[in-house]
């Protein structure tokens, strides 16, 4: 058991990256925003929806870069993501850390242009230590692909059903004033 320990890790990538990809039918910025800011995370994230309960405190940034989103629970552990580079549109990375582990994973959003929406990737990049780090990586990676395919469908109806509206003008209308004086 030890040598299998030992032996398997020694095969196994020091790197991971588990994702999921979905096609979402609004434009990149609304799937942006609410990735990058959070925003309706309760609504479609699958650990939140393992755990309602669980307390989540968000600390949104102008420009998004430095945004925080932390949770703690029972079930679904503590932890701490923070939005460290974004191409408005296009791509947001962020760091992430589970309990208080001070070595972070990576989480990537990376969105395209498509002619019906959006096609999203969701990715988590993780280096595993020798042995543990990587045995542990090997256990979760099927049920994290399937979480994160879970939350990005939910994502999807949340966005379809209700786009986000990022801005609003009011009607623009061409009128003729009566003649005033001025100065």
Known sequence: LAGLV????????ATTTLSAELEIAVGPDEVFHSAALYSNRDKWDPWLKMEPEAKVNIEPMEGYVGSTYKWAGDKIGSGTMKVEKVLYGELISSSIWFGEDPDSSIVEWHLKKTDVGTHVT??????GKYPFGRLML?????GMTSSFESGLADMKTLLEADPPKLFE???IMISELPQMNSL
């Not at 030992?6 to 990538?13: C, G, K, S, T």
């Open 6 to 13: 030992l032996i398997v890790p020694a095969f196994l990538p």
């Open 122 to 127: 969701w990715n988590f990049i993780a280096e």
């Open 138 to 142: 090997l256990m979760m990676s099927g």
């Open 169 to 171: 003008t009011g009607e």
